[in-house]
């Protein structure tokens, strides 16, 4: 085989992967809208949260916290982001002590705010440290 | 002959910062005082006492250390109705969180050591929505300054900002021209972890601390594991 037909083989068979590549991408987009799939991250994070796992959970109620793709709806993150701060998922104590403090999503309480934002800091969770430290203590945070 | 040479060039590098300093405080602020629409007869005011002290700090840098638990320092120089100056030190590996200032204008100078900033702005939809929450903030600038580094701040434009200390202690000159009071002051709560990408946050508001009687605060006090 000459080299002129041995580069238009090989550019046959890219084409050709290419080309299935394509269809089988357009595939699983379908079956991601059916909601059958685990291509979309909000039927993702949903199956997961539902099976208990504190990093799913957690990322779900930034979605209705956010309102990514869905109405916001800080009832439904609060509920989520405390499934994951019971498991112990210091970025979700952050952000339910946070929720506490501010009232968002659920009756401000500043003994919980503080009591979860005190379990986050105690795991190392610097701006939860920080959190607790400046609503615990006027005299924190001051100048600058 | 060589320790001649040393010395002479130690001087000449000593000039050049101090002359870098210098050109920071007076086209910093000529800069803040536009953004705070000060008149004439204000920055006649201010501008002999400013130049005063920043002439006493730099002859005068003091020499950080961390005595408290909290990530910085403040030690204020001058605190009137119209000026609030002081020197803001910021210990390594710590930061001072997202924050502002409201409604006044301000002015930082790195004096020495590097310090990350990072100014923001409430997005335009979160503007049209103050009361929503979490508060999108949108990045205006990111600066990694070393010494005679600086940047301003307006009322309404990179208000909201947080400093990110390098590996060594980093004091600055910090001037505010219609100081806010503390009480004022909002700090912003990131949600998510953005370090890799600040360009936007979605962040809750902290206003004021609890006003909780001694008997009712949980008794392990401050928490200080991080630094």
């Given at each position: 085989m000459n080299k002129r037909k041995l580069v238009k083989v090989i550019g046959l068979i890219c084409g050709l992967t290419q080309g299935s590549i394509a269809i089988a991408s357009g595939s699983d987009n379908r079956t991601a809208m059916r909601g059958e799939g685990v291509s979309d991250p909000l039927a993702s994070y949903r199956l997961q949260a539902k099976k208990g796992i504190p990093e799913a959970q957690y990322q779900l109620g930034l979605v209705y916290q956010l309102g990514k793709g869905v109405t916001p709806n800080?009832?439904?993150?609060?509920?989520?982001?405390?499934?994951?701060?019971?498991?112990?998922?210091?970025?979700?104590?952050?952000?339910?002590?946070?929720?506490?403090?501010?009232?968002?999503g659920t009756g401000s309480d500043p003994y919980e705010a503080l009591e979860w934002l005190g379990k986050a800091a105690l795991q190392g969770h610097?701006?939860?440290?920080?959190?607790?430290?400046?609503?615990?203590?006027?005299?924190?945070?001051t100048g600058c | 002959m060589i320790r001649k040479?040393?010395?002479?060039?130690?001087?000449?590098?000593?000039?050049?910062?101090?002359?870098?300093?210098?050109?920071?405080?007076?086209d910093g602020l000529t800069s803040a005082y536009y953004l705070a629409g000060s008149s004439l007869a204000e920055i006649s005011r201010y501008h002999a006492t400013l130049h005063q002290l920043f002439e006493q700090t730099l002859a005068d840098i003091p020499?950080?250390?961390?005595?408290?638990?909290?990530?910085?320092?403040?030690?204020?120089?001058?605190?009137?109705?119209?000026?609030?100056?002081?020197?803001?030190?910021?210990?390594p590996g710590h930061a001072i969180p997202?924050?502002?200032?409201?409604?006044?204008?301000?002015?930082?100078?790195?004096?020495?050591?590097?310090?990350?900033?990072?100014?923001?702005?409430?997005?335009?939809?979160?503007?049209?929505k103050p009361l929503h929450r979490p508060v999108e903030l949108t990045l205006l600038h990111e600066y990694r300054f070393s010494p005679a580094g600086y940047t301003v701040f307006g009322p309404?434009?990179?208000?909201?900002?947080a400093l990110e200390a390098g590996d060594k202690p980093?004091?600055?000159?910090?001037?505010?021209?219609?100081?806010?009071?503390?009480?004022?002051?909002?700090?912003y709560m990131p949600l998510q972890d953005n370090s890799d990408d600040p360009t936007c946050v979605h962040a809750m508001r902290l206003n004021n601390p609890f006003d909780l009687d001694d008997g009712q605060k949980p008794l392990c006090g401050r928490i200080a594991n991080s630094g």
């Amino acid at each position: 085989m000459n080299k002129r037909k041995l580069v238009k083989v090989i550019g046959l068979i890219c084409g050709l992967t290419q080309g299935s590549i394509a269809i089988a991408s357009g595939s699983d987009n379908r079956t991601a809208m059916r909601g059958e799939g685990v291509s979309d991250p909000l039927a993702s994070y949903r199956l997961q949260a539902k099976k208990g796992i504190p990093e799913a959970q957690y990322q779900l109620g930034l979605v209705y916290q956010l309102g990514k793709g869905v109405t916001p709806n800080p009832q439904e993150a609060f509920e989520w982001y405390l499934a994951a701060a019971r498991q112990g998922l210091a970025e979700a104590q952050y952000v339910i002590g946070l929720m506490y403090a501010d009232g968002t999503g659920t009756g401000s309480d500043p003994y919980e705010a503080l009591e979860w934002l005190g379990k986050a800091a105690l795991q190392g969770h610097s701006k939860a440290e920080f959190a607790y430290n400046y609503l615990l203590d006027a005299d924190f945070a001051t100048g600058c | 002959m060589i320790r001649k040479m040393t010395e002479d060039n130690d001087r000449l590098i000593s000039d050049q910062r101090l002359h870098a300093h210098y050109w920071a405080f007076d086209d910093g602020l000529t800069s803040a005082y536009y953004l705070a629409g000060s008149s004439l007869a204000e920055i006649s005011r201010y501008h002999a006492t400013l130049h005063q002290l920043f002439e006493q700090t730099l002859a005068d840098i003091p020499c950080p250390r961390q005595q408290t638990s909290q990530p910085w320092d403040w030690h204020p120089l001058l605190d009137s109705d119209d000026l609030r100056v002081g020197l803001l030190t910021v210990y390594p590996g710590h930061a001072i969180p997202l924050h502002d200032h409201p409604g006044s204008t301000g002015l930082l100078i790195v004096l020495d050591a590097d310090v990350t900033i990072r100014q923001y702005d409430l997005s335009t939809s979160a503007k049209h929505k103050p009361l929503h929450r979490p508060v999108e903030l949108t990045l205006l600038h990111e600066y990694r300054f070393s010494p005679a580094g600086y940047t301003v701040f307006g009322p309404c434009s990179g208000n909201i900002h947080a400093l990110e200390a390098g590996d060594k202690p980093c004091t600055l000159f910090d001037v505010l021209l219609a100081p806010y009071r503390n009480r004022e002051r909002s700090w912003y709560m990131p949600l998510q972890d953005n370090s890799d990408d600040p360009t936007c946050v979605h962040a809750m508001r902290l206003n004021n601390p609890f006003d909780l009687d001694d008997g009712q605060k949980p008794l392990c006090g401050r928490i200080a594991n991080s630094g």
